[in-house]
């Protein structure tokens, strides 16, 4: 009989007909970065001297940084001002910044020329230098939210270490060592969260410092000096979004019951962020007057009309909505529609504002790049639906069973 919510593994098959599709771009995508590192960055990009970023960076970076919010937004909400009903969403929301993080520092070092350096920053400090300080952040944040994965580790393993063959001679020795482990990041676990929350607020922010350097390249539209309060603020806006949208796709892909309460009391608090995001947008374009770029049809205009109405405006009115709150559906799509908000943002900051001197040709990814990033995305949701049936990230209801038998490490993987 049902009776409580824990997190717990998802006993569910992993390969399905949708898992194989994901599996085969997976493959197309690790395909084309074989020849990236084989061939360098121009055999498989459209990149060029004029044009020295594309969409690994617009996209697998800066969007990846902001759709991994989810982790900062959600650790704060539940642990720094103890929302103890949110606990549910905490640890998806966590391994989603992690898998998002790990492949931003992948897609890093993807895109360096000489990729073989992107530990340099590690030794050779630049305190004046915007990308350092990203750099530098992202760095430690990674190895923040991998911290912040042990305890549910040591909680999947604790009393159930079974190691085969000549390796059961260390089962009580791994047992110690994880129970050690548990106990001493329970006492100093705070100060990883707040590190991590502290963290994301400085790179997210600096993100935007990037762009802001780039002066009369980026269009009046989008060159503000308020871009790193405006990088920010999205960020934490889509953070819970994200979190409620990889939440209900993994209830319906696992065959779970939507956490529509929990989703519910989420999208209270998404409407008020969106509002103050949108009023610090518009109020800048009143105090600079860069309202009169839209007065005439231009690429720019249109695509920061699509990314105002579409990704921040129409969501904003659903979240205020108690019938769209109330809803699973109706908290998908305005979800999708912060998401496609801040995907839009991303790429008219780093690609449609962005006007290279001297530019002789117009960039357009590549078939390579676009394989490159829909191949990671795909991993990262084969990744995540591994690490949900290994570790107890999810909570789902638990049935009255008797209490569970040691396993074997090897049968499970």
């Known amino acids: 009989m049902e009776h409580f919510m824990k997190p717990a593994p998802i006993e569910k098959k992993y390969f399905t007909p949708g898992v194989m599709v994901f599996v085969v771009l997976a493959a197309i995508g690790l395909v084309f970065l074989a020849i990236r590192f084989i061939g360098g960055i121009g055999a498989v990009t459209n990149l060029d001297n004029q044009h020295p970023w594309g969409i690994w960076i617009g ?4 969007l990846g940084v902001a759709l991994a919010a989810g982790g900062f937004t959600s650790a704060a909400l539940g642990h720094i001002w103890h929302r103890e009903h949110y606990h549910a969403i905490i640890r998806p929301a966590l391994l989603t910044a992690l898998l998002g993080y790990t492949f931003v520092a992948v897609s890093v070092a993807m895109d360096l020329g000489r990729y073989y350096y992107i530990w340099h920053p ?11 300080e990203v750099g530098i952040c992202v760095m430690i944040y990674l190895t923040v939210l991998y911290i912040e994965f042990l305890p549910i580790v040591a909680e999947r393993f604790i009393g159930r270490v079974n190691l085969p063959g000549l390796l059961s001679r260390l089962n009580k020795t791994v047992d110690s060592l994880l129970r050690a482990l548990d106990r001493g990041l329970d006492k100093t676990m705070f100060v990883f969260i707040i590190a ?9 922010s600096s993100l935007g410092s990037l762009m802001i350097i780039a002066g009369p390249k980026m269009h009046p539209l989008w060159q503000t000096p308020i871009l790193p309060l405006l990088f920010l603020l999205s960020a934490i806006g889509v953070g819970f979004p994200m979190v409620i949208f990889e939440s209900l796709i993994s209830s319906r892909s696992f065959g779970l019951k939507p956490e529509t309460p929990i989703l519910t009391n989420l999208g209270n608090i998404i409407g008020p962020i969106l509002g103050i995001y949108l009023a610090f947008k518009i109020g800048d374009m009143v105090i600079r007057q860069t309202f009169v770029y839209l007065t005439t049809i231009t690429t720019e205009s249109v695509m920061y009309a699509i990314e105002i109405v579409i990704g921040v405006i129409v969501p904003l009115r659903m979240f205020l909505s108690e019938q769209v709150r109330k809803s699973p559906a109706g908290l998908f799509i305005a979800s999708s529609l912060v998401i496609f908000g801040v995907f839009m943002n991303r790429l008219n900051t780093f690609l449609v504002a962005y006007t290279p001197p001297y530019e ?8 390579g790049e676009i394989a490159v990033t ?18 107890p990230v999810i909570s789902h209801p638990q049935k009255d069973v008797a209490p569970q038998t040691k396993f074997s490490v090897r049968g499970m993987i």
């Open 122 to 132: 590690l030794i050779m400090w630049n305190g004046t230098s915007v990308l350092f």
């Open 196 to 204: 991590g929350v502290v963290l994301s607020c400085l790179h997210q």
């Open 374 to 391: 829909v191949g990671f995305i795909s991993i990262e949701v084969l990744l995540y639906r591994l690490m949900v049936k290994i570790f």
């Open 59 to 62: 996209l697998d970076v800066a």
């Open 360 to 367: 002789m040709t117009t960039y357009f990814p590549s078939v």
